[in-house]
């Protein structure tokens, strides 16, 4: 058996910096990866990559992402603030460097669409941008904002109003969403992209009962 490493609370506070960012962001886990479209009260579209969108609840059907500290100039959150929209755009496998070019830092009045020759697409009138390029989008609502505390970051609560998905991708029985149909890719730490492969789909688990499969029925 390999030898286990063990890293306590001194171990992690004196880590490097950057070492500790990678290393606490991958030990979670594997993460959801988007990309939020906004746009400002002058017109200028802004997009960026997010890894903490997260689901809160279906019916509302809710989402909460984590924003940095606004010590600096935040986009993202200045434009929802502003506008009270935005769009998740789910990142597949074919546009995975133009989506981590948008967590370089820009100007307000730089777009990352233009940056990274990612299409905005209008689908409303007035609302915030979608990436055409994308498979999975949602067009969503602030509804609220939590801050935490005990580091400066803040959890912003959005409501989801309209869903578009490509035919063929949805279980048009139960409603599941096989994000492997959409080459949908997962976000490893704060710079790896991974395509995860679906190994099965369980039944609603009961205390008494056995395991078994959906998908091989
Ligand atoms: C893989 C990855 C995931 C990220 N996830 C988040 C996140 O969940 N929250 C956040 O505030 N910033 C996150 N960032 C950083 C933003 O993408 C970056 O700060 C970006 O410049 C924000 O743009 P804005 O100022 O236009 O909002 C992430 C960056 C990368 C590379």
Redesign the pocket.
């Known amino acids: 058996m390999r030898k286990i490493l063990h890293f306590d609370k001194d171990a992690i506070e004196e880590m490097d910096k950057r070492f500790r960012a990678n290393f606490i ?1 991958s030990v979670t886990g594997y ?1 959801s ?1 988007n990309l ?1 479209g ?1 746009i400002d009260q002058e017109g200028v579209t ?8 997260t689901h809160l609840g279906s019916h509302p059907p809710l989402i909460g ?4 500290p606004t010590v ?8 929802i603030k502003a506008t009270g929209i935005f769009t998740v755009n789910h990142i597949h496998a074919k546009i995975i460097e133009e ?2 070019q ?5 100007d307000a009045v730089t777009s ?1 669409f233009a940056v990274t020759g990612l299409t905005p697409k209008f689908i409303k009138k007035g609302k915030a941008p979608f990436v055409a390029e994308a498979h999975i989008k949602m067009a969503c609502r602030y509804v609220n904002e939590y801050p935490i505390k005990e580091n400066g ?1 803040l959890l912003v609560v959005g409501a989801i109003e309209d869903i578009y998905l490509p035919e063929g991708v949805h279980d048009t029985e139960d409603g599941w969403i096989d994000l492997s149909k959409a080459r949908g890719v997962t ?1 490893n ?5 991974a395509e995860p492969q679906l190994l099965d789909r369980l039944q609603y688990a009961k205390p008494d009962a056995p395991i078994t499969s959906i998908l091989k029925k």
């Open positions: 962001n993460k990866a939020l906004t802004n997009l960026a990559v997010f890894s903490s969108i992402f984590i924003t940095r600096v100039p935040r986009h993202t959150y200045a434009n989506a981590h948008t967590s370089a830092r820009s990352e970051t976000i730490g704060l710079d790896s992209y």
